[in-house]
């Protein structure tokens, strides 16, 4: 299990560099619990974690970017549980997860992800909740793609969730529903 930003005060950097790279992380991992917990997957390197959390608790943020790399996560993948939490993929970088893909999920968690960029994007095998409790934001543009099974945006009463799809080729692919105020 992996916790970065564990304290308030903390701060924990990670990156994942360079092409034939790799991280191998076979538990959960929390970036941001309650202090700074940036995490960056760059120029074609690779990362695998169980799951992931960005933004644990309140106070803690957690930011990740993929820049022409691949994020792979087993597991569910958290933007903002009860922190904030940010994640941005560009260059043609990839984050998938076998499960669901959750935006400010607790009230007062703010998440947001940003999909830039030609071959940019996330696919998620179960469903994207934009704003669980939270808020939830997501831009898709230039060209990138966010592909899941169902979306959700606003899921409670006491969320907020956004959802912006702009630019050439840019898109949203979901193959069973996507519902705007649950």
């Known amino acids: 299990f992996v916790r970065s930003g564990v304290f308030a005060t903390g701060v924990g950097p990670i990156t994942v560099t360079g092409a034939g790279t790799s991280w191998n992380n076979g538990n959960g991992h929390v970036i941001g619990d309650s202090g700074q917990g940036p995490f960056q997957i760059l120029a074609g390197a690779r990362a695998h974690d169980r799951a992931a959390t960005l933004g644990y608790n309140t106070g803690g943020v957690g ?74 934001r997501v ?8 592909k899941t099974t169902q979306g959700i945006v606003g899921w409670e009463a006491s969320s907020r969730g956004a959802l912006r799809v702009t630019g050439a080729n840019s898109q949203w692919l979901g193959s069973v529903y996507l519902m705007v105020g649950h």
């Open 139 to 146: 831009l898709v543009t230039d060209g990138a793609t966010l």
């Open 63 to 136: 930011n990740a970017r993929v820049d022409a790399a691949t994020w792979d996560i087993w597991g569910g993948l958290m933007i903002s549980r009860a922190g904030r939490g940010d994640l941005v993929v560009t260059n043609g970088g990839k984050v998938t997860t076998t499960s669901n893909a959750y935006l400010g999920w607790v009230a007062g968690g703010q998440g947001s992800l940003t999909l830039a960029g030609a071959g940019s994007g996330l696919t998620v095998s179960g469903y994207t909740a934009i704003g669980g409790s939270g808020e939830g």
